[in-house]
């Protein structure tokens, strides 16, 4: 089972920007499906982003399509979340998530279907 370790997170103004890491240990990622999730605190976890093991195909939460971009580099193991543009709604724990399996959107915003998860970085916002 791959493991995943996120970092990036931090402290940042609303309007400024962040990238955050996840990267693998254990099995390569290149057979693997990435996502992110995020949860605030008092909510329940929510989708944020998705890339294909290839890389050719991604999802994005409505939330922050436009603003975020997925990205991944097999070679390195490690997948990023470049996020623009922040809001203090952004304020949450950000994990990655790993899968063997790709699917619709909906299917990929259900962490059910999710079987690998790092334990998270904090993200806070400020206005």
């Known amino acids: 089972q791959v493991q995943l370790v996120e970092s990036g997170g931090g402290l940042v103004q609303a309007g400024g920007s962040l990238r955050l890491s996840c990267a693998a240990s254990?099995?390569?990622?290149?057979?693997?499906?990435m996502g992110w999730f995020r949860q605030a605190p008092g909510k329940e976890r929510e989708f944020v982003a998705a890339?294909?093991?290839?890389?050719?195909?991604?999802y994005y939460a409505d939330s922050v399509k436009g603003r975020f971009t997925i990205s991944r580099d097999n070679a390195k193991g490690t997948v990023y979340l470049q996020m623009n543009t922040l809001k203090p709604e952004d304020t949450a724990v950000y994990s990655c998530?790993?899968?063997?399996?790709?699917?619709?959107?909906?299917?990929?915003?259900?962490?059910?279907?999710?079987?690998?998860w790092g334990q998270g970085t904090q993200v806070t916002v400020s206005s």
């Open positions: 254990g099995r390569p990622i290149s057979t693997y499906a």
């Open positions: 998530a790993a899968d063997w399996t790709w699917g619709s959107p909906a299917e990929m915003k259900l962490t059910t279907r999710w079987r690998s």
């Open positions: 890339i294909h093991w290839r890389g050719y195909n991604t």
